[in-house]
């Protein structure tokens, strides 16, 4: 059964800051990796994909990285804001668009 | 371009009673997923619809059925509610049904009482 753990499962910085959220899956046998942002009580938004094949990903500030075989994937965020703030969840697609989600990081940047 | 869109936003019912949820895809896009999210965790998977079929069935009791019409919409129905069913409930659509980027809608709130 595929499993996801995010950590640090909170993280608080101050405004300015290059941070790092990390991810991990049990089975390595995925399609793809997806990144999305969650803002209190609202839907999911995408920020990254990375197919199986693929080493990473980047989308402005943000970078993500896949190592398939050791079940990891990293999202740098460089130069944090203050409107960064929210939930990161990653999710592993297992097939047929079945995602298995992690329980998120929840970021706070101070002013 | 409109998103996913998820309707009603908000639902209170009561424990025994019956609910359909509604999603409309991206245009364009043939598949559909549904998704519960309880407070504090992640997402789970409940099911995926694609070209009208069931293609993936996450580990959901038989009260939760869903169904995807010509359009593409689908709805996702709940009988004989519990407690435990208060959730967010998310609508993804893609493409195709495989290995594609997910985009999720609003969700819908449900309150069982």
């Known amino acids: 059964k595929q499993e996801v753990t995010q950590i640090p499962a909170a993280l608080s910085v101050p405004e300015g800051e290059n941070l790092v959220l990390n991810c991990s899956f049990t089975?390595?046998?995925?399609?793809?990796l997806q990144w999305f942002r969650q803002d209190p009580g609202k839907g999911l938004t995408s920020l990254l994909l990375i197919q199986s094949s693929q080493r990473e990903q980047t989308s402005g500030r943000l970078n993500a990285s896949l190592d398939k075989s050791s079940g990891r994937s990293t999202l740098y965020i460089a130069a944090s804001q203050p409107g960064d703030s929210a939930t990161y969840l990653c999710a592993v697609n297992t097939g047929f668009q079945k995602l298995v989600f992690g329980t998120g990081t929840r970021l706070l940047v101070s002013p | 371009d409109a998103g996913v869109t998820q309707s009603p936003t908000h639902l209170i019912k009561t424990r025994g009673q019956h609910v359909t949820l509604r999603c409309s895809p991206i245009?364009?896009?043939?598949?559909v997923s549904w998704y519960q999210q309880v407070l504090g965790q992640g997402p789970q998977f409940i099911f995926q619809?694609?070209?009208?079929?069931?293609?993936g069935r996450g580990n959901f009791p038989d009260r939760f059925s869903a169904r995807q019409f010509p359009n593409y919409s689908s709805e996702l129905n709940v009988n004989a509610l519990l407690l435990g069913d208060s959730a967010l409930y998310l609508c993804?659509?893609?493409?195709?049904?495989?290995?594609?980027?997910?985009?999720f809608g609003p969700g819908t709130r449900l309150t069982v009482t």
């Open positions: 089975d390595s046998a995925i399609y793809n």
């Open positions: 619809y694609y070209e009208k079929e069931e293609r």
């Open positions: 245009s364009g896009h043939k598949s």
């Open positions: 993804a659509s893609s493409p195709l049904p495989d290995r594609e980027e997910q985009y």
